[in-house]
């Protein structure tokens, strides 16, 4: 990759810029010191191979820093910088969100003070993983070091390690966010902060972790090998997008999709096992019953064996309108691609939440953040990097779930707060709701709730509100669904 940023690999020095702010949460003005700055790893020689790069957000009127929480916060991919959550809903400046389905990602784009901010309560940072964000990979050959489930987890564990030396933090109560793949890495981290790695152990623990949208299962990397139809596991977010855009029902959206999930985990299911043997009866039933849960056609379900692919719902569920629902928002729409091999062959890769909102956050964070916390760089600032397509799966360690369990029974006390929205087609709650029966979690230490959204529940003004609420009860060691 090009470099824009002038240095020598063999003599890097790394960035540091400080600013301080005052903003009001909750009718206080409430003063804060920031540091971005980069974090730097080195090989045994003593060259600087890598860097992550994180954003500190300190209230400063605060004498008591030891019963002070930390919250460390990240997007996931892998190879997303924290762009998302960073303008999205966790820094003191964020989007001003208008209708959900946008019609443009052109500007203007509005740029507020947070008023749902946390930092009247915890301390926040921010973090760009390795080649993210402003994060490097300095040294392409000490990518396999990086660039992979544990290599990544332990990673961050690294960083927190030395963030927390570095700003005399430990004693601090410490709380991990993550969103997508950001859930892997927690539930990784945690797990090797509990039980060590092939190579060390670390001598910390987290007090909770807030998942925004799961990516923690029972099954290997994202899933697989589950012993479940993945139509079956996604059947219950299929009806969540029906009913927001057919509403095929006077049903609240939890009434109908809880509904649909016992149809699927049970007659579904089944019948979907049973295949040929189902008498015409049986699969009429069945047709009609999957149809008006979903909103899919009748001959789309014959002609895929009952059976319903992910990508291609997406494209059937509004078809009659000539439209097609986004994996990352069900409630976001753009026309379907003619001619339909058109939408077939290329339709996966034009998602409408991607295409309206990234020039979005992209802008906030390049146009309003950076330049608020003085950050000054000028390497390139990479919002995603294709990472996962070298990505390194090996889970020699466990399995999310196990690395989260082991986590959770080993810190006696952790808790796990779990935020998916009703209309999230890229990490489907099924999939939550699956793991959660069979990862043997501490139940009363888990919490679950979904809300009127879909990836980035945040995505709203109410929703932003509801979900920063939740979290703020979460951290005090409150109950966030109540």
């Known amino acids: 990759m090009y470099r824009t940023e002038c240095f020598k690999l ?22 804060y010191h920031t540091v971005s700055e980069d974090t730097v790893f080195y090989n045994d020689s003593g ?3 890598a860097t992550i790069f994180s954003y500190s957000y300190f209230r400063t009127d605060v004498e008591d820093k030891e019963s002070r929480p930390v919250v460390f916060a990240y997007n996931g991919g892998p190879g997303s910088a924290c762009m998302y959550v960073h303008a999205g809903f966790l820094g003191t400046r964020r989007l001003k969100y208008e209708e959900t389905d ?18 009247d309560i915890a301390d926040l940072v921010l973090v760009d993983p390795v080649g993210t964000g402003y994060g490097l990979l300095l040294d392409q050959e000490e990518s396999k070091n990086f660039l992979g489930i544990q290599q990544d987890a332990e990673a961050l564990l690294t960083f927190i390690d030395r963030w927390l030396r570095r700003y005399n933090r430990g004693k601090s109560p410490k709380y991990l966010i993550g969103e997508s793949y950001g859930c892997t890495r927690s539930a990784i981290a945690a797990g090797m902060a509990a039980t060590g790695t092939n190579n060390r152990s670390y001598g910390f ?26 139509c079956v596991l996604g059947f219950p977010t299929y009806a969540g997008v029906n009913w927001y855009h057919k509403h095929p029902s006077d049903q609240t959206v939890r009434e109908f999709v809880m509904e649909a999930k016992h149809f699927a985990d049970t007659e579904y299911f089944a019948a979907l096992y049973k295949g040929e043997a189902l008498s015409e ?4 039933h069945i047709i009609e019953k999957v149809c008006y849960y979903t909103g899919v056609s009748r001959e789309y379900l014959i002609r895929h064996g009952l059976e319903i692919d992910d990508n291609d719902y997406r494209s059937e569920v509004l078809k009659d309108q000539g439209k097609a ?6 409630r976001v729409t753009r026309p379907l691609l003619t001619p339909e091999i058109v939408e077939a062959s290329k339709g996966l890769r034009d998602d409408a939440t991607a295409d309206r909102y990234d020039p979005f956050f992209h802008a906030a964070v390049t146009g309003d953040l950076l330049p608020y916390l003085n950050v000054k760089l000028d390497r390139a600032y990479v919002s995603s990097a294709r990472y996962y397509m070298n990505w390194d799966k090996d889970e020699s360690l466990g399995t999310t779930s196990v690395q989260l369990r082991n986590a959770m029974t080993r810190r006696f006390g952790m808790r796990t707060f779990f935020a998916n929205g009703w209309f999230d087609l890229c990490t489907e709650s099924g999939y939550l709701y699956h793991m959660l029966d069979h990862s043997g979690l501490p139940k009363d230490r888990v919490f679950v709730k979904e809300y009127m959204s879909g990836h980035m529940i945040y995505i709203g003004e109410d929703n932003v509100r509801e979900l920063t609420q939740d979290i703020r009860k979460f951290l005090c060691g409150e109950d966030p669904t109540k």
Request: charged share 25%; with cysteine.
């Open 102 to 119: 946008r019609l443009t990602s052109i500007a203007p784009y509005e740029v507020i003070d947070n008023p749902d901010c946390l930092l």
């Open 325 to 330: 629902v986004s994996r990352y928002d069900g």
């Open 10 to 31: 063999d003599d890097f020095k790394p960035a540091c810029f400080e600013s301080d702010h005052t903003i009001t949460l909750n009718g206080k003005v409430i003063p």
């Open 47 to 49: 060259k600087a191979i």
């Open 281 to 284: 009866e049986e699969k009429e």
């Open 205 to 230: 623990a987290f007090d909770g972790i807030v998942m925004i949208g799961n990516t923690v299962t029972s099954g290997k990397y994202f899933g697989q090998n589950l012993p479940v139809n993945d």
